[in-house]
């Protein structure tokens, strides 16, 4: 089966090493699309597992112009009276939207005449989703029917929420690793944790209790959900607020990664109080407007408790120039566009001083 997966810029190649670890397969990226062929079992495992992901889809049609084009196994997808809509992305402007859509929904009716379907725009079985990259057409049936980034653990947010994919990015841009003692502070909402959490124990990051639109599809009645892994790698985590501390462990709890991160209410100068010198591998902070004034205690802390040769990142805003400390290493920075918002990511790692 042609599969393809649409994500954020920034993300394919990310996508493609994704795709390779979790299904071994190789796949192909150009801008914001992601081609691959998988099997319905290796593409729902990776429906469930896979983080980097806004969108799977079996792909119909791919072509520089709009048009459908193509011969597609329509009943393996619908079935007599299916409900479905036309879902756009990357095409801009009302008119040119409207004038896309009628030259997909005439030859759409004629090759689903069979199933005499239905439009519906609230709650359809089956979403078919356009995506125009800026070089091709894609048109496929949705796996899932939603963005998959946007995480159904997600519950309890704050304003410096980010979704589930930039959170993931961040982690393996740390190059995080199972049995690596990992401690995230001012975790927010918890996404950037959790996201861990489920990527190092090889959990689903997606929920079996939601609806998806493959459960209408004929070709996936017989599939099952991938079996869950028996791991225990553990990470510590740290909210200075109650707010904060309560919002991340519902949703943790939601995320059924309760037992793999342990949530401490600490301020930031308790932490070489609370932790062993030296514990930890890779120290993670997001630093917001508010927290920018505790920037020389957050070092001093993080001296205490990062190993040598170990990893500090930092999340913060644009324009944030921060400090490199003489016991550090700069290894990266690098700016992540999203929307209107910019996130400047920090990596650096402590040296071993000589005497």
Not at 153 to 180: N, W
Request: proline share 5%; glycine share 4%; charged share 25%.
């Amino acid at each position: 089966m042609k599969l393809f997966a649409y994500v954020n810029p920034g993300l394919e190649q990310l996508a493609v090493q994704e795709i390779k670890e979790v299904i071994d397969v190789n796949a192909v990226a150009s801008e914001q699309a992601v081609e691959f062929d998988a099997s319905p079992e290796e593409a729902l495992k990776l429906l469930f597992k896979g983080h980097s992901f806004i969108r799977i889809c079996a792909l119909v049609s791919k072509s520089m112009e709009p048009a459908l084009n193509t011969i597609f196994p329509w009943n393996d997808f619908f079935v007599p009276n299916t409900t479905f809509k036309l879902e756009l992305k990357g095409i801009q402007g009302e008119e040119e939207r409207q004038r896309i859509s009628k030259l997909y929904f005439a030859p759409l009716f004629s090759e689903l005449k069979n199933f005499s379907p239905k439009v519906d725009f609230k709650k359809p079985q089956i979403t078919l989703f356009l995506l125009y990259n800026n070089q091709h057409y894609y048109l496929g049936v949705d796996l899932a029917g939603f963005d998959l980034n946007s995480r159904y653990y997600r519950v309890f947010t704050s304003q410096a929420s980010m979704k589930g994919d930039l959170a993931y990015y961040f982690l393996r841009k740390a190059e995080i690793k199972p049995k690596q003692n990992i401690l995230f502070c001012w975790v927010k909402d918890g996404t950037m944790a959790i996201e861990a959490a489920t990527y190092l124990n090889d959990l689903p990051v997606q929920s079996p209790r939601q609806q998806y639109s493959f459960s209408h599809f004929p070709l996936f009645q017989s599939l099952s959900l991938p079996t869950l892994p028996e791991k225990n790698n553990i990470i510590h985590s740290v909210a200075e607020s109650l707010p904060t501390f309560n919002a991340f462990r519902k949703n943790a709890s939601i995320a059924g990664v309760q037992n793999l991160v342990k949530i401490h209410r600490y301020a930031l100068d308790e932490l070489e109080l609370k932790f062993e010198k030296e514990e930890f591998d890779t120290v993670f902070f997001y630093i917001t407007k508010k927290d920018e004034n505790k920037i020389n205690e957050l070092y001093y802390q993080t001296n205490s408790i990062l190993k040598k040769k170990g990893k500090v990142i930092f999340i913060t805003r644009k324009g944030l120039d921060l400090p490199v400390p003489s016991n550090s290493t700069l290894l990266l920075r690098e700016d992540v566009q999203r929307g209107d918002s910019t996130y400047c990511l920090w990596m650096m790692q402590k040296e071993i001083l000589s005497s």
